[in-house]
């Protein structure tokens, strides 16, 4: 099981708080739990209407460029899901709060990869990022490496559905 | 061209169904409407195209990205809405899947984020 996890605590108009969390190797270098945390926050943050309240590696960690404002209309139920195969076969599935509905193609229920912060967070998923001159690379909670965004899709939470 | 598929059934004309897996070099026996179907499954927005509307697609794709050094894919994305080709954005992912394109994720020291497309050299 991978020891290492960012998390991301979104909090929408209602004062709803929702969680992401996304897995790293247990190599990730301390070193850059702060940095890393910091830059995929900002990949995190243009995809959601709702506020980045926390986040962190087990301790929390102060984030004070991303804006702790939640639109009015922003909601926690409202997400955007992603399913990405890992090497291992396995599909991790990762769900994004409050997600901007400019995030998904007109009359669909399809993520829209045309848009620069979507594809950003997209290849993020798949290739990783580098933070300090250090390549980090998210992985399932099996510690395998996420390999391809099979779909992202609308993923409404269970409130919303009636 | 090749197709990279995991575990993709293709309903065939008489009813029979094939399993395809790891890499898939498209061989004419297989019937051209399923395969647009498969292409559909993975790229929405190209329901209905040919085969030969994809390839042009994903040429208009990888000809915006310059042959040496890399882009930002911001200015990549605006690129390809200003000449018209904003259809050719999804073949992106395509030209990345296959190997053609890489991208870079680089958190800079002032905090803002660069991500950049560059060709695979040889690809």
Redesign the interface.
Known sequence: MTGVAFFFNVVDGKNQTSTIEIPFPNTTPASVFI??V??VG??INPLVTGGLKSAGVKVTVDVP?WGPAAALNSDVQEKMEFGI?AANGFLKRLNIPTIDETMF?AG?T?GD??E?AL??F???L???????STLIQPTDVHGSDLE?VEYRTENWGRRRRR | MSLIA?NVTIAHTKNHSMTISNNLTLILSINYTLIIEFYYNRV??LRGKSLAKIDDLQAAALNAIPETGEIE??LL?QNLRASGN?EA??M??EL??DGKI??????NED???R?TYSRVEGA
Do not use: C, M, W
Not at chain 1, 126 to 132: K, Q, R
Not at chain 2, 102 to 107: G, M, N
């Open positions: 940095a890393g910091d830059a900002q990949l460029t195969r193609i669909s399809e990869t045309s620069a594809l950003a997209n290849d993020f798949e290739d990783g990022i580098t933070v300090s391809q | 995991k929405t927005r894919v911001p994305l904003a954005i999804p992106l992912r990345k899947r890489k991208a870079s994720l680089v958190a905090g803002s984020i991500h």
